[in-house]
T-cell receptor, first 113, second 116 residues
Framework: AQTVTQSQPEMSVQEAETVTLSCTYDTSESNYYLFWYKQPPSRQMILVIR??????QNATENRFSVNFQKAAKSFSLKISDSQLGDTAMYFC??????????FGQGTELSVKP | DTGVSQDPRHKITKRGQNVTFRCDPI?????LYWYRQTLGQGPEFLTYFQNEAQLEKSRLLSDRFSAERPKGSFSTLEIQRTEQGDSAMYLC??????????????FGPGTRLTVL
């Protein structure tokens, strides 16, 4: 079975500092995609960043970047210069060939002023 | 582009009653997904449609659950004879289809169901 594990239920970071959220997954497939989604309190989920498994280069989107280690099946999210608006639940998600997202349990991130 | 909308946003019902939720996807999106999210957990896939065809259903979707997308536009999710374990947030998402790479799924605000 394909699974996604986020081992940090809660994390906090001071404003302007850097934080890394961890994610591991299990699959026997070689071609797939990985995503980080953000779910702010009482607001809808939005895509933060995505990574294609066949690309060795790590994806970056402004202050957000990933560390993708395919052999280790690890996909961590780094948020630089954290802002108060980054406070949210963050979900790692795996997208195999087949059309459905498989989500991890989530990490609740609090950015403190 | 008004985004994905869901109605109602909140529903409180008594055990044994039937409930129906509606999802309106982004207009040009041909794929529509339903997920269920319980407190403190990530969303779990329930089912998805390509246009009006229901292509996959999770084993989480018991016989009491049925989903339709009759004209390939909006979708409804019905739960019959609700149970307390059905209490959850029901999320709808839509995307432009199954191209490679998979296109972003846009999520709605969800319908929070409470079964008393």
């Amino acid at each position: 079975a394909q699974t996604v594990t986020q081992s940090q239920p809660e994390m906090s970071v001071q404003e302007a500092e850097t934080v890394t959220l961890s994610c591991t997954y299990d699959t026997s497939e070689s071609n797939y995609y990985l995503f980080w989604y953000k779910q702010p309190p009482s607001r809808q989920m939005i895509l933060v960043i995505r990574q294609e498994a066949y690309k060795q280069q790590n994806a970056t989107e402004n202050r957000f970047s990933v560390n993708f280690q395919k052999a280790a099946k690890s996909f961590s999210l780094k948020i630089s210069d954290s802002q108060l608006g980054d406070t949210a639940m963050y979900f790692c998600a795996f997208f195999p060939q087949g059309g459905k997202l498989i989500f991890g349990q989530g990490t609740e991130l609090s950015v403190k002023p | 582009d008004t985004g994905v909308s869901q109605d109602p946003r909140h529903k409180i019902t008594k055990r044994g009653q039937n409930v129906t939720f509606r999802c309106d996807p982004i207009s040009e999106h041909n794929r529509l997904y339903w997920y269920r999210q319980t407190l403190g957990q990530g969303p779990e896939f329930l089912t998805y449609f390509q246009n009006e065809a229901q292509l996959e259903k999770s084993r989480l979707l018991s016989d009491r659950f049925s989903a339709e997308r009759p004209k390939g536009s909006f979708s409804t999710l019905e739960i019959q004879r609700t149970e307390q374990g059905d209490s959850a947030m029901y999320l709808c998402a839509s995307s432009l289809g199954a191209g490679a790479p998979p296109l972003e799924q846009f999520f709605g605000p969800g319908t929070r169901l409470t079964v008393l």
